[in-house]
């Protein structure tokens, strides 16, 4: 059994909208990557797949969104520090 083209096509996109996640660095970037990723979210998991294929891309969608929190929280500490260490 091959790779759809469909598949393919939303695991290119998802190491795509994983390129922006991983270079964000402000939470303006953070939040373009999330409206990017529920693009992504949107035209994937709303098509005609197989279930087999639905499970693959829930699987992806999750790992998202724990590097996305893990992100955030990065970014959140970040900010603080720099003001702890300004002042």
Request: aromatic share 10%.
């Given at each position: 059994m091959g790779?759809?083209?469909n598949?393919?096509?939303?695991?290119?996109?998802?190491k795509w909208v994983v390129r922006?996640?991983?270079s964000s660095e402000t939470?303006?970037?953070l939040e373009c990557t999330e409206k990017c990723f529920n693009l992504w979210d949107n035209k994937y998991l709303s098509s005609e797949i197989?279930?087999?294929?639905?499970r693959f891309?829930?699987?992806?969608?999750?790992?998202?969104?724990?590097?996305?929190?893990?992100?955030r929280i990065f970014i959140i500490?970040?900010?603080?520090?720099?003001?702890?260490?300004?002042n």
């Open positions: 790779v759809s083209i598949m393919k096509s939303a695991l290119n996109d998802y922006i996640l991983n939470k303006e970037h197989t279930v087999l294929e639905k891309l829930r699987r992806l969608r999750n790992s998202f969104w724990s590097s996305y929190h893990q992100k500490f970040k900010k603080k520090l720099i003001s702890v260490v300004k």
